[in-house]
């Protein structure tokens, strides 16, 4: 049995990082994206290493240090317990790959391991990046001992286990009575904003339901005791408060503890895995035709221009698309979606005063950033191309000019992105009530950064497109066109902000945001010439 397992493992992941048929360039824009990566990655690691030293040092005396470590574990567990949601959504109901598998010898758990190799792969990277790090420096700033590494790795290898279990039991559990309707396209639409909206309400119910005051007196009376901040930040998740002492105390029995219970969320995972995920995958398949006539189909013709045209042909395809819909709107709103919803809950003098420790230029510097961050992430840019798979080579024989075909494409990323964009424009009025002048400028320079973002994100996909895909989620799941443009974006501008930052003359907001717009149309300047220089070489050949 675990022959067939480890097998069908193998078959995915290969089947999903196979680099057979594939262009080499790739390889060299990540090798350009390590480069500006790198800087970046240095400041994350000293800044962390001097949170954690600062935080050992003043909690130490108090004997309260541990509340790092549970910190550290309660972070880590909410994290991958949300994304566990997306890759869940992804992997095991949203690819098409599934229904091929349905005709196989396979039991359901065996399936469910399967599909559950490429979301670990997200989950260990993630957790190597923020665990891993911080792990290691508090165990130098405690000068921990051998036995304390140990615990920490086999600790590092446990902890998305559990996160990924509950996640998965609670989607296998929805998708097995929302795939009752036989409607696989609304399913998944209804899936995804569910799952958005049950992870917004369980962030609101614990905000509203914090009382500041009885808060305080907590921790007051557990500052007292040893350890007490640490049982105070772990007592409700049993999972983390065990991991913490076992690392921190090198206590057997809660070492012990943690096994336990993550053998018993895996056992749960594969036990109620057997019994609901293949009853979640039947009618799958069906999709209910409708026949339209010719004079049904002529009420909806109208005369348009091009532009507008193609524009609305593609905003069809994406929100009409479950697929599309998720990966290019709905998943693109979650950190935009979080941070309004915590602002707008804290919209006191807390959260306000914020932004009033930075002055008015790194206040733009700082919205500048995010804004980037968020924007660089939204995947309709880098999937321009590839979205249309083995259609694409239709666009040869339509009367359009290329420039007309792929700055549509550049406005559709630019209109989607106008969504994230509005949700932190309300947060910055009315939770960091800013100033009218710094939120226009900024927004100015959103729109452009926007622009630029949507440019760039269209280039790399044009230089290497995926078009000839079986299942949709290999837009998004099989490449690194995502990352590689974050990481340009970030890098890139990072490295501007933090020189612009530290600048001592370049003072105040206007002059800031002059330098920013230079910056910016440069940059859109540079990547147009490179864009139209690119549709020259190949926009009438097939790609």
């Known amino acids: 049995m675990m022959n067939r397992t480890w097998l069908l493992m193998k078959t995915i992941l290969k089947m999903h990082y196979s680099r057979a048929g594939k262009s080499n360039s790739q390889i060299g824009l990540l090798v350009v994206a390590a480069l500006f990566l790198i800087p970046l990655v240095f400041f994350y690691l000293s800044s962390l290493r001097e949170i954690i030293n600062t935080l050992y040092d003043a909690l130490n005396p108090l004997g309260q240090e541990t509340v790092i470590i ?65 792990f290691l420096y508090y165990g130098n700033a405690a000068s921990a001992s051998f036995f304390y590494y140990i615990i920490g790795f086999i600790l590092f290898i446990l902890l998305p286990i559990i996160p990924f279990s509950i996640a998965s039991i609670l989607l296998m559990f929805v998708m097995r009575f929302v795939n009752i309707t036989k409607n696989k396209e609304r399913s998944k639409i209804i899936a995804g904003i569910a799952s958005l909206s049950f992870i917004i309400l369980i962030n609101v119910v614990v905000r509203l339901n914090t009382d500041t005051e009885m808060m305080m007196q907590d921790v007051a009376s557990y500052i007292q005791e040893k350890d007490g901040l640490l049982k105070l930040i772990t007592s409700f998740y049993p999972p983390a408060y065990f991991s913490s002492m076992a690392l921190t105390s090198g206590g057997l029995l809660f070492f012990l503890g943690i096994l336990i219970l993550t053998g018993i969320a895996f056992l749960l995972f594969i036990s109620l895995g057997q019994i609901w995920y293949i009853k979640g995958l039947l009618g799958t398949g069906n999709k209910k035709s409708h026949k339209k006539t010719t004079g049904t189909v002529s009420k909806h013709i109208k005369k348009r221009s091009v532009w507008l045209s193609y524009i609305r042909k593609e905003l069809l395809v994406i929100f009409r698309t479950p697929t599309f819909l998720m990966n290019c709107v709905i998943q693109s709103l979650f950190a935009p979606v979080f941070l309004f919803i915590i602002f707008m809950l804290d919209s006191g003098t807390s959260v306000t005063g914020m932004m009033d420790i930075f002055s008015t230029k790194e206040q733009l510097l700082v919205l500048f950033l995010a804004s980037m961050f968020i924007l660089g992430a939204n995947a309709t840019s880098y999937t321009s191309v590839s979205r249309e798979g083995k259609d694409w080579n239709s666009n040869l024989f339509l009367p359009l000019q290329p420039k007309q075909i792929f700055y549509s494409k550049i406005a559709v990323a630019w209109i989607i992105n106008l969504i994230p964009i509005g949700l932190i424009l309300a947060a910055c009025i009315f939770a960091f009530k800013l100033s009218f002048t710094l939120i ?15 440019m760039l994100g269209t280039y790399l996909d044009l230089d290497n497109p995926k078009l000839n895909w079986t299942d949709e989620q290999e837009v998004f799941k099989t490449r690194m066109i995502g990352l590689i443009a974050v990481i340009i974006e970030i890098g890139l501008f990072g490295l501007l902000v933090l020189l612009v930052w530290n600048i001592s003359f370049i003072q105040g907001l206007y002059l800031t945001s002059g330098i920013l717009l230079i910056l910016l149309v440069t940059a859109i300047l540079i990547i147009d010439y490179l864009l139209k220089s690119k549709l020259k070489q190949n926009a009438h050949q097939r790609i």
């Open 440 to 454: 226009f400028i900024w927004l100015i320079i959103v729109l452009l950064s926007s622009w630029f973002t949507s």
């Open 70 to 134: 549970g910190l550290l574990f309660v972070v880590m567990h909410v994290l991958l317990f949300f994304m566990s949601f997306i890759t869940v959504l992804s992997a095991f109901y949203f690819a098409e790959d599934i229904i091929s598998f349905l005709p196989y010898p396979f039991h359901g758990y065996q399936l469910l391991l399967g599909k559950s190799a490429q979301p670990f792969i997200y989950l260990y990277i993630t957790s190597a990046a923020i665990y891993l790090p911080a």
